[in-house]
């Protein structure tokens, strides 16, 4: 079993399918030759070559539109956004269009479109560079949103995105892309979107999270071990759907629950989280749900000090973690 980091799991991933399935192509600023900004794609375009691994012009509107008219003609598109936060020029393309189309068609048509979209802070790229898009597209019926933090998942996922007959935002976490290694079997498996995974089992308080916070929120799980404080972190994986039933299930044995993402805290996944959980599972709860988010600031700053407060880290999710424990 090969030991990858997620971006070459990713490009290993995509190569996979695209033999598989001569459907698949691929469309984005410099995902040919070059290989993507981040070399998500380096190899492709050597073996696959100029018409299923196609440079687009700097447009995130038409990588968009090109990757649905595709979509509607048989094909199965990859379209990369270079850096998420470029993505709102192809906002009314994705959410108007990609996400609305099975449902005003009656179900005669479908639109089988993959989004790759690199998000995240704590790499020093400032205000543009660094965004949290998932709060904004999981509020769209009819959108996948999925969020992997580990090379296993990133694979399952993206084949699971691959074979999708609807529309996927695949986010790709920036910071875990060379950080982040681990198992990425040879096997054709899938992670099915919409179903969540605990990653480590607690008994005093459940954590959920996603994305590079999965991994502080398992260092600051380790950091209360040593007091005897079990903490069970939930991968969420999937934004949108969520996976109600591992949510509910989680608290109804711990009876404490705190969410944490990257994102800004309000108005984000940890309130639609939080909300569940007080409407479904309100007579389980020993203590209020809690929220830790980055603060409510335009965006990452690019000053390294102010970048790392910005960022949540383990030590501060702890200090939530022992809060809540000791409620």
């Known amino acids: 079993m090969a030991i990858k980091n997620i971006v070459e799991t990713v490009r290993d991933t995509l190569a996979e399918e695209m033999r598989r399935d001569e459907r698949i192509v691929i469309t984005g600023e410099d995902v040919g030759p070059r290989g993507g900004v981040f070399r998500a794609t380096q190899g492709l375009f050597a073996e696959f070559g ?45 959410v108007s269009e990609a996400a609305l189309i099975r449902y005003r ?49 990133a694979k399952g996922l993206l084949r699971a995105a691959l074979q999708a007959n609807d529309p996927v935002l695949f986010l790709e976490n920036k910071k875990t892309y060379r950080l982040v290694k681990g198992e990425a079997p040879d096997s054709q498996y899938v992670v099915p979107i919409g179903r969540a995974d605990i990653k480590r089992r607690g008994s005093d308080l459940s954590v959920f999270c996603y994305g590079m916070m999965l991994h502080e929120c398992l260092k600051a799980a380790e950091m209360l071990a040593v007091d005897g404080v079990e903490v069970e972190v939930v991968d969420l994986r999937t934004i949108s759907p969520l996976d109600k039933g591992t949510i509910l299930e989680s608290v109804a ?27 479904e599972a309100f007579d389980d709860l020993d203590a209020p749900v809690l929220r830790y988010g980055a603060p409510d600031v335009p965006g990452v700053p690019f000053s390294l000090p102010m970048q790392n407060f910005f960022m949540p880290d383990a030590r501060r999710i702890a200090e939530s973690m022992r809060w809540l424990a000791e409620y």
């Open 253 to 279: 044995r711990t009876s404490k629950a705190l969410v944490v993402h990257e994102d800004n805290q309000s108005f984000g996944v940890g309130a639609e989280v939080a909300a569940i959980i007080a409407a």
């Open 50 to 94: 100029p018409t299923r691994v196609i440079d687009s012009p700097l447009s995130e509107s038409s990588i968009i539109a090109v990757g649905i008219g595709m979509a509607l003609h048989g094909l199965r598109p990859v379209c990369e956004i270079q850096f998420a936060d470029f993505i709102y020029p192809a906002m009314n393309q994705i």
């Open 105 to 153: 068609s009656n179900g005669t048509w479908t639109c089988p479109l993959v989004i790759r979209a690199p998000y995240g802070g704590g790499i020093g790229g400032g205000l543009y560079h660094s965004q949290s898009i998932e709060a904004t597209f999981a509020h769209f019926p009819g959108l996948y949103v999925v969020a992997p933090a580990t090379p296993y998942d």
